[in-house]
């Protein structure tokens, strides 16, 4: 069983950054896909950004250029680096961890962009 764990939310004005840590433990494999999705109230989650075990990247348009996902494998932990941010950026971002047809998914941090 895997568990993961976000770090980092918060509140920032417009413009700032953030970043985001994620934690896996338990039986965590070296072959994986980690990811960060997020979800505004009243609407669906999205993938914002995934990152394989060998380092290749996926980012949501509207994040590109603003956003970095980026993975350590010896902590096993995956970041997600947010600048430029918008208020639109506003929701609850979940830390995804993805095996074969196994997905175990953290409690979610909430990041709030408000002048």
């Known amino acids: 069983q895997v568990q993961v764990v976000e770090y980092g939310g918060g509140l920032v004005q417009p413009g700032g950054s953030l970043r985001l840590s994620c934690a896996a433990s338990?039986?965590?494999?070296?072959?994986?896909?980690m990811g960060w999705y997020r979800q505004a109230p009243g609407k669906q989650r999205e993938l914002v950004a995934a990152?394989?075990?060998?380092?290749?990247?996926t980012y949501a348009d509207s994040v590109k250029g603003r956003f970095t996902i980026s993975r350590d494998n010896a902590k096993n932990t995956v970041y997600l680096q947010m600048n430029s941010l918008k208020p639109e950026d506003t929701a609850v971002y979940y830390c995804?961890?993805?095996?074969?047809?196994?997905?175990?998914w953290g409690r979610g941090t909430q990041v709030t962009v408000s002048s």
């Open positions: 990152i394989t075990n060998d380092g290749t990247t």
């Open positions: 995804n961890y993805h095996r074969w047809s196994f997905d175990s």
């Open positions: 338990g039986n965590v494999f070296s072959i994986y896909t």
